[in-house]
């Protein structure tokens, strides 16, 4: 048996090439995104990035009535997009495997906030797994595809960041060939008209019955006995935490947590004195355990956090109070996040926070536009949620009789943003006479979750795309005033910004000029910044560009670093005194120029 070392994320591809999987969608999401990155090296399946999470469920569900099996990927967030035809899937169920992948975010590390998607398989009635490792991520994948056929079901598999990003060994098996059966029209079971729907909705219950069955015979969801009379009912990376944090417990793994096995959770109770539940987020499982009358103790929340993620010292102080003499807090220096050296976005909320724009934000790298120095962007809700924000901000001042223009609002929003869920927004603004500004930072890729295409874009994996031009497609709603604009030109960037923040229309700026990450852009022939000492008069104007790059001596002196800079000159844009210039990297006076300067700050720093 061949063995690998995986990520979860890798572990759940896998699984879908060995299951059969003929095709794979998904909108990158910060902790899924690599799902589909990896299905994308299998040559036998078909994978893509779609314009957001509906509409990649939406395309898998299509392709699951004509028989093929699919998966669809998302972080949590994504599934709120997806809900509609999810719920509606759920009624319709699966003639083609359909494995729906939700990547939950405990701790926030990439995402506005912790919601347990647990609830959705409960509410939705669409049976779910939670892998322990990458192993059982693998092989749940691989199963769900079958299962769903043979229950008639789309299948949700819940992991969180912890599972999708950790390394474990996987055993590997074979690809199992599933030829595509081809659709075959079917009325009465995917067109949900209300009569159609009635009858589904009876076909969901007498499912269901048969999964709980499933659940209490299924394999992941087992007894593992221990010496201690301590019980503790565990899923997900939970369960691993648990199992180190008190190995000496009785467990009951849970592998499939909706339908739960009612049988089993009874037996279990039957050996055990007392139940702990470890579960990250909420108490989806001892809310459960607590309505069945179990006639045992039953603690989970009362010691076990809400918020954040877990880990097995954490565990074990909460339900022990123990805690291990080797533990300690590592003191890390605070290292607040930043925008890359280069950054076109950078120019866009210099000028916004040095017009004092009241500024409504979306979704990307651009939300680190939010933070000091730059500090220019007042909202953060959701994808797509700028425009919106902003045109009921102006909707309320104008019935309190003022002048939104006033207010001086602009929403951003990203290129991939704007394509997902921006573009509903703008119609709406523009249909009803809105007069809000929008900037689209256009930086032609979804640079956020690591550079996947989006629309805007004319290449694609495997085979070429057609490209959506942003500026044609906001004439086509009906603006007038669209303005493109290199996010690099600050002059004319200032002029266009200021100029239509103050106009009673609607308008639409594209600030436009490539990620700096981007491959063809690390072809560097550029030069690069160094700032004169002595002409630097400290007035601190480059500084609050929040550049990497740019540090600054005990003196109050600016330096750039020349291994940091690319060579924007942004900088040399905002300085008034030309402290700043540009050097060519491989001239001799550039060299000497750099280490002169280099030499000057390191006398400075000792």
């Known amino acids: 048996m061949k063995k690998a070392i995986l990520s979860g994320n890798e572990a759940i591809a896998r699984g879908f090439w060995e299951g059969g999987g003929h095709f794979a969608n998904a909108y990158p999401g910060t902790p899924s995104t690599e799902i589909v990155e990896n299905i994308m090296k299998y040559p036998e399946i078909r994978a893509q990035w779609a314009v957001n999470e509906k509409t990649s469920l939406e395309i898998a569900l299509g392709a699951s009535f004509a028989g093929a099996r699919s998966l669809v990927a998302m972080k949590h967030v994504g599934l709120n997009v997806a809900a509609d035809p999810f719920f509606s899937a759920s009624y319709i169920g699966a003639t083609g495997g359909l494995v729906i992948v939700t990547a939950d975010d405990p701790g926030m590390h990439s995402s506005q906030n912790e919601q347990d998607n647990r609830w959705y398989a409960l509410h939705a009635k669409v049976p779910m797994f939670e892998p322990t490792d990458s192993h059982e991520a693998k092989e749940l994948t691989k199963q769900a595809l079958s299962l769903s056929e043979e229950f008639d079901t789309p299948w949700l598999i819940r992991s969180t960041t912890r599972i999708s990003h950790s390394l474990s060994i996987v055993e590997l098996g074979e690809r199992e060939e599933v030829e595509i059966k081809g659709y075959v029209p079917d009325f009465e079971k995917r067109n949900l008209l209300p009569v159609n729907a009635r009858k589904r909705h009876e076909v969901v219950e007498e499912r269901t019955l048969k999964l709980r069955e499933f659940s209490e015979k299924f394999w992941g969801n087992r007894i593992e006995e221990g010496e201690d009379s301590i019980g503790v009912v565990a899923n997900g990376i939970s369960y691993q935490h648990a199992r180190e944090a008190i190995p000496d417990a009785t467990f009951l793994k849970l592998l499939m ?52 993620e877990l880990n097995p010292t954490i565990v074990r102080e909460a339900l022990l109070g123990q ?184 308008s639409v700026i594209i600030a436009k000029r490539p990620c700096v990450l981007l491959p063809q852009m690390k072809k560097r022939k550029y030069t690069y910044a160094i700032a004169d000492p002595q002409k630097c008069t400290s007035c601190t104007l480059c500084w609050k560009l929040g550049c990497p790059a740019i540090s600054v001596t005990k003196d109050k002196k600016t330096w750039i670093n020349p291994d940091l800079c690319v060579g924007c000159g942004v900088c040399i844009d905002v300085c008034p005194v030309d402290a700043i210039y540009l050097a060519d990297p491989e001239a001799d006076n550039a060299r000497k120029a750099g280490e002169e300067v280099l030499g000057w700050v390191k006398k400075q720093q000792q």
């Open 323 to 506: 805690r291990p003499s080797y533990f300690e807090i590592p003191k890390i220096p605070h290292r607040p996040p930043a925008l890359c050296p280069g950054c076109p976005h950078t120019p866009v909320f210099y000028i916004l926070k040095r017009l004092k724009a009241n500024v409504t934000g979306d979704i990307g790298c651009y939300t680190l536009g939010a933070l000091p120095p730059l500090s220019s962007m007042d909202t953060c809700v959701e994808m797509g949620g700028s425009i919106g924000n902003a045109y009921g901000i102006e909707i309320a001042e104008a019935m309190r009789g003022l002048d939104p223009r006033k207010k001086k609002l602009v929403a951003v929003i990203g290129d991939s943003t704007f394509y997902h869920s921006g573009v509903t927004p703008l119609i709406d603004l523009f249909h009803n006479n809105g007069i809000t500004t929008v900037i689209i930072l256009d930086n032609s890729i979804t640079a956020m979750t690591g550079h996947q295409e989006n629309p805007g874009t004319d290449v694609g994996y495997r085979i070429p795309k057609r490209r959506v031009d942003i500026e044609k497609l906001v004439r086509g709603i009906g603006v007038e005033h669209v303005y493109t604009v290199d996010s690099f030109d600050m002059k004319k960037l200032k002029e266009v910004i200021n100029r239509e923040i103050h106009r009673k229309e609607p």
């Open 257 to 308: 947590t909706w339908p739960l096995p009612d049988n089993l959770i009874r037996e279990f109770a039957s050996k055990v004195k007392k139940i702990f539940v470890v579960e990250e987020g909420d108490p989806y499982l001892e809310t459960y355990l607590k309505a069945m009358n179990l006639g045992v103790e039953i603690i989970g929340k009362e010691k076990i956090p809400m918020t954040g």
